[in-house]
């Protein structure tokens, strides 16, 4: 195990000894119990209770079914979840944060359209947000631990995870991977005493600015502009940037910092990324965007650049080379949201399990209903086709390099539809149940549908398949 790991995960277990054994939140109208069922409320249990899809594919605990509690994943395909030790135990630890601390506040922040400072806090704390990053920046894991720590979260709260997302891979491993040193140091060490205390080391949170009003799919065809500056010193920059993921905190001001995307020459590749913190002159929230369908926990923004001076350090990598930069980032991007998709869907799975040996129609358990069995049995079986896709990539994918954009793009479409789908056919299982906030499962069917369109959308997703697939001769190739 490096040491980079062994550090991180002591620091996880740390955190983990001091959570209480059961925790009960009340958020005024707004109660959740953990570890405690109530079929009232949220039909699941977590840690402690029924054991759900995490540990075993079913387990009934009633008298007229076969006890199969000791029922595992097939070693094989534990394996392919959890490769090493390693993330076995970042798995177990991020499970037990995500039932004690996420899960209690998920429908609460959700509703009030807020992203829960605190708790995002708690993830800088434990070390989550630069989980990819080496020594002395990080954890140095890999892409499997991303796919693990993104798909634990979401099963409790998708639009946390999502902000989650934002601030980690979009923009703490983007400057890990194409910022200098200095750079990092002052990001992501918070070495700059003039803007960092150790204090409030981890207390930033940043983002990626790269959509437009105009520009979502056609990324290329952005319109913000950065000019050399007349004095040589610097950029200016100019323009609008949309949809951007913990663009506001407090629908008010922007966030800390972001990494933007501007055209720097006339050729449609002339793209470069500036590194652009707030307070700067110029450099304003545009508007919040708020009553989202979905992932209403995470904060979306219109950023707006009005003659905005970005000094020459501010450049990341090299001059018109932010486009490497874009693509590099977006295969692991698109990892963490297929792996999203994936913690929705078996949290859906296991509500419609649970639910159906609880609801009786005509005399029985509804799970005894062969139009039930169908529904559970189906979208067991699809969770578990995308969960061995996206395990199979994350597992191969190198952080260092680019070119794995089939299977990366590949996950994303066929996880993404497979999350909502099997969310559907939760809310039909549960019928009037799952058609309200109080069983989650609505929730998590808005919230799965975001993942269809934000991090390229399921049409961008062909393309760029098909694109790849015409130049091999076969798939044995």
């Known amino acids: 195990m490096n040491r980079s790991a062994l550090n991180f995960i002591r620091k996880l277990r740390?955190?983990?000894?001091?959570?209480?054994?059961?925790?009960?939140?009340?958020?005024?109208?707004?109660?959740?119990?953990?570890?405690?069922?109530?079929?009232?409320?949220?039909?699941?249990?977590?840690?402690?209770?029924?054991?759900?899809?995490?540990?075993?594919?079913?387990?009934?605990?009633?008298?007229?079914?076969?006890?199969s509690s000791s029922a595992t994943a097939p070693f094989s395909l534990d394996k392919l979840y959890n490769p090493t030790e390693e993330h076995c135990q970042i798995r177990s630890l991020i499970r037990t944060f995500t039932a004690d601390q996420v899960e209690?506040?998920?429908?609460?922040?959700?509703?009030?359209?807020?992203?829960?400072?605190?708790?995002?806090?708690?993830?800088?704390?434990?070390?989550?947000?630069?989980?990819?990053?080496?020594?002395?920046?990080?954890?140095?894991?890999?892409?499997?631990?991303?796919?693990?720590?993104?798909?634990?979260?979401?099963?409790?709260?998708?639009?946390?995870?999502?902000?989650?997302?934002?601030?980690?891979?979009?923009?703490?491993?983007?400057?890990?991977?194409?910022?200098?040193?200095?750079?990092?140091?002052?990001?992501?060490?918070?070495?700059?005493?003039?803007?960092?205390?150790?204090?409030?080391?981890?207390?930033?949170?940043?983002?990626?600015?790269?959509?437009e009003p105009g520009a979502g799919t056609d990324v290329l065809g952005m319109t913000t502009k950065a000019t050399p500056s007349d004095d040589g010193k610097g950029w200016v920059l100019n323009g609008q940037k949309m949809w951007i993921t913990n663009g506001t905190l407090d629908g008010k001001t922007t966030a800390d910092v972001y990494l933007v995307y501007a055209k720097t020459g006339p050729e449609r590749m002339d793209i470069s990324q500036f590194i652009v913190s707030k307070g700067m002159d110029g450099f304003k929230l545009g508007q919040q965007i708020k009553d989202k369908l979905g992932m209403r926990a995470s904060p979306t923004a219109e950023l707006v650049f009005d003659n905005v001076?970005?000094?020459?350090?501010?450049?990341?990598?090299?001059?018109?080379?932010?486009?490497?930069?874009?693509?590099?980032?977006?295969?692991?991007?698109?990892?963490?949201?297929?792996?999203?998709?994936?913690?929705?869907?078996?949290?859906?799975?296991?509500?419609?399990?649970?639910?159906?040996?609880?609801?009786?129609?005509?005399?029985?358990?509804?799970?005894?209903?062969g139009q039930i069995q169908k529904a559970i049995a189906e979208?067991?079986?699809?969770?578990?086709?995308?969960?061995?896709?996206?395990?199979?990539?994350?597992?191969?994918?190198?952080?260092q390099t680019q070119g794995n954009s089939l299977d990366t793009d590949g996950i994303k479409l066929y996880s993404a539809s497979m999350a909502k789908n099997v969310a559907d056919k939760a809310i039909q299982v549960m019928g009037g149940?799952?058609?309200?906030?109080?069983?989650?499962?609505?929730?998590?069917?808005?919230?799965?549908?975001?993942?269809?369109?934000?991090?390229?959308?399921?049409?961008?997703h062909h393309k760029n398949m098909m694109r790849d697939l015409a130049r091999m001769n076969s798939l044995l190739a």
């Open 104 to 211: 209690p506040q998920a429908n609460h922040y959700n509703k009030h359209e807020l992203l829960n400072i605190g708790l995002f806090n708690q993830i800088q704390e434990l070390g989550l947000d630069t989980l990819t990053l080496p020594e002395p920046y990080g954890a140095g894991m890999d892409a499997t631990a991303v796919a693990i720590a993104h798909e634990e979260l979401s099963y409790s709260d998708p639009g946390f995870c999502l902000a989650y997302l934002a601030h980690s891979i979009l923009f703490i491993n983007n400057l890990g991977l194409n910022g200098n040193k200095a750079q990092k140091d002052k990001w992501l060490l918070g070495a700059d005493s003039s803007n960092h205390s150790e204090d409030n080391i981890r207390r930033i949170v940043g983002g990626m600015c790269m959509s």
């Open 309 to 369: 001076f970005v000094p020459n350090e501010n450049l990341v990598g090299e001059i018109n080379g932010g486009a490497l930069c874009m693509m590099r980032n977006l295969e692991i991007e698109r990892v963490a949201l297929a792996a999203m998709a994936i913690g929705i869907a078996r949290r859906c799975v296991d509500e419609m399990v649970h639910y159906s040996k609880e609801r009786k129609a005509f005399g029985k358990n509804i799970y005894k209903f």
């Open 379 to 399: 979208s067991y079986a699809e969770y578990m086709a995308g969960k061995s896709y996206v395990y199979s990539v994350a597992n191969g994918l190198d952080l």
């Open 433 to 460: 149940y799952g058609y309200v906030g109080e069983y989650n499962v609505e929730r998590l069917w808005r919230d799965a549908k975001l993942l269809e369109i934000g991090g390229g959308t399921n049409e961008s």
């Open 14 to 67: 740390m955190h983990h000894s001091s959570f209480k054994k059961r925790s009960v939140i009340n958020y005024g109208d707004t109660y959740n119990v953990i570890n405690q069922h109530e079929p009232k409320k949220s039909p699941l249990t977590f840690l402690g209770g029924v054991r759900s899809l995490a540990s075993a594919p079913f387990y009934y605990d009633t008298d007229d079914v076969t006890d």
